[in-house]
C-alpha cells in the first residue's frame, strides 16, 4: 500500500516531499532564487487567480521538468469519449443496462473511457459527462489529464493504481478516487477492470452542508486521503501525454516521465475516500427521509442547493421505521438519476439491476420499486431490519436532463428493452368499501 495522508477537509493548506529529498521543498520567503536540488516550480490552478480565498485551489509543484517540455498535439482516436448530446434522439423511457462487456481486447484505461450520457459544455464550464471505463491491461508510459473537469472514480471491479503527479494511490472496489482538473495522473491494473466516472465541469465536489444533521455525519472530512509525494526520474523516447480538452482526446509525446515532482505543496489536490467509513442516517419515526441523506460529495451549480451532480450511496444500514412502506417511494423527479451497482443486490429490484450495470430514469419519468418489491415491503413485519447488507449501490443525481449517447443506447449493446415488465404486476388494490 503507498503511503498516504488525510486531508482533514477540503480548505486546508497540504505540503509534501518525497522523503528520498528532504528539504526539497522551499521554505517561505527566504527561498532560493534556485529551487533545492535544481527542481522547476510550477503552478496549477484549480480556481480562477481571484475567487475567493475560500474557493482558492492551486498547488505549488517543485518537479525535475516543467511540463511544457513536450511535443504538439495530435488526435487521438481511441475510445468512445464524447460529448455530442445531440448524437441521438431524446428518449424519455427508463433505461436499464445489463453489466457492461470486458474488453476482448487489450486496452488500457484511457482507450476503455466510453461515455454513456451527459449534458452541458466544458466549453462554458457547466455540465456533467457519465462515463463506464472497462481496460484490462496497465497504462504503462501514457499518461492523462482532463482539461474539462474532474473525474469521480467509481471502482466496480479490478483494483486501479492510479499514480498521479502527487503521489500514488490504490483505489479498489467500494472506495472511489477524485482527479481534479488538470492533475496528469496513470492507472495501472492487473485484472480486466470495470467502472463508473462522473465527471463535472467548471466546479468542484465538495462535501454537503449537513443542515440540522450538526457538525457530524455522513462523509467526515478525517476519512479522505490524498498521496504522499514520490517522484520517477525516468528519461525514455516515447512518453505519451493524452489530453481530454473539450470533449475530444489528444495525444503528445515527451521524452521523460510526467510523474516527476519531487515535492508540492497546495490545497488543490487528488483524493481517495473508503465508503465503508460512511456514516449513515437512516432511522426515522415514520415515512423515510430523501435520498439525499446519502450524498457523499456534491458539485453545486450556481442555483443554492441544486447539484450540477451529486454522489449519493445506499450503503448497509439499518431501516427502522413505524407503519411505514419502507422501500424506496415512487416517484418523479426534477433531476436525472444514474444509477449503478457496485456489489450486491440493490434493495428495489433484486435481479435485473446488477453489479457493474446501470440505470437511468429521467427526469419527471416515473420509476419505483418492481412489483417484487412492492408486493413483499407491504406484507413484511415491521421490525428494525438490517438491509443492504453486502451490498454498495449508488447515484449521480444532476438537474441537468442527460443525453444519452449512441455508445449508451447501441454500441454497448447492454441496453435491457424489457425493463419495463418489472412495473407491469403493479397491479390495482384499490377497495373503495
Ligand atoms: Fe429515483
Not at 54 to 72: A, Q
Not at 186 to 213: A, C, M
Not at 252 to 272: E, I, L, M, R, T
Request: proline fraction near 7%; charge should be negative.
Amino acid at each position: 500500500m503507498n503511503e498516504l495522508k488525510y486531508l482533514n477537509g477540503f480548505d486546508s493548506e497540504f505540503q509534501s516531499e518525497d522523503p528520498r529529498r528532504p528539504n526539497s521543498l522551499p521554505k517561505g520567503q527566504n527561498s532560493p532564487q534556485k529551487c533545492p536540488y535544481g527542481l522547476y516550480a510550477e503552478q496549477l490552478s484549480g480556481s480562477a487567480f481571484t475567487a475567493p480565498r475560500t474557493e482558492n485551489k492551486r498547488t505549488w509543484f517543485y518537479r525535475i521538468r516543467p511540463s511544457v517540455g513536450h511535443f504538439p498535439f495530435k488526435k487521438f482516436l481511441k475510445g468512445n469519449v464524447t460529448h455530442d448530446w445531440n448524437e441521438q434522439d431524446p428518449d424519455p423511457n427508463q433505461m436499464r443496462w445489463n453489466p457492461f462487456d470486458f474488453p476482448k481486447d487489450q486496452i488500457d484505461f484511457v482507450e476503455g473511457l466510453n461515455t454513456v450520457c451527459g449534458a452541458g459544455d466544458p466549453k462554458m464550464k457547466s455540465g456533467l459527462a457519465i462515463h463506464v471505463y472497462i481496460c484490462n491491461v496497465s497504462m504503462g508510459n501514457r499518461a492523462f489529464y482532463n482539461s474539462d473537469g474532474d473525474f469521480l472514480i467509481v471502482p466496480q471491479s479490478g483494483v486501479l493504481f492510479i499514480t498521479t503527479e502527487f503521489g500514488k494511490m490504490e483505489v479498489g472496489p467500494n472506495e472511489i478516487a477524485v482527479i481534479q482538473q488538470g492533475m496528469r495522473f496513470k492507472i495501472d491494473v492487473n485484472e480486466p477492470s470495470r467502472g463508473y466516472i462522473l465527471e463535472v465541469f467548471g466546479q468542484h465536489f465538495i462535501l454537503p452542508d449537513l443542515g440540522p444533521i450538526g457538525a457530524n455525519g455522513l462523509a467526515n472530512p478525517r476519512d479522505f486521503q490524498t498521496p504522499v509525494a514520490l517522484y520517477e526520474d525516468i528519461d525514455v523516447d516515447n512518453y505519451e501525454i493524452i489530453a481530454k480538452y473539450q470533449g475530444k482526446l489528444f495525444i503528445c509525446h515527451q521524452n521523460h516521465s510526467p510523474f516527476d515532482v519531487v515535492a508540492w505543496h497546495g490545497n488543490y489536490v487528488p483524493y481517495k475516500y473508503n465508503l465503508e467509513n460512511f456514516m449513515v442516517i437512516n432511522s426515522v419515526s415514520f415515512d423515510h427521509c430523501d435520498p439525499s441523506i446519502f450524498t457523499v460529495l456534491s458539485c453545486q451549480s450556481e442555483k443554492k442547493g441544486t447539484a450540477i451532480a451529486d454522489f449519493v450511496i445506499f450503503p448497509p444500514r439499518w431501516s427502522v421505521q413505524e407503519h411505514t412502506f419502507r422501500p424506496p417511494y415512487y416517484h418523479r423527479n426534477c433531476m436525472s438519476e444514474f444509477m449503478g451497482l457496485i456489489l450486491g443486490q440493490y434493495e428495489a429490484k433484486k435481479g435485473g439491476f446488477l453489479p457493474g450495470g446501470a440505470t437511468l430514469h429521467s427526469i419527471m419519468t416515473p420509476h419505483g420499486p418492481d412489483f417484487k418489491c412492492f408486493s413483499e415491503a407491504s406484507e413484511e413485519a415491521l421490525k428494525p431490519t438490517r438491509i443492504a447488507e453486502g451490498t454498495q449501490a449508488f447515484m449521480f443525481e444532476s438537474c441537468y436532463g442527460l443525453a444519452v449517447t449512441k455508445w449508451g443506447l447501441k454500441t454497448c449493446e447492454k441496453l435491457d428493452l424489457d425493463y419495463y415488465k418489472c412495473w407491469q404486476g403493479l397491479k390495482k388494490n384499490f377497495n373503495p368499501i
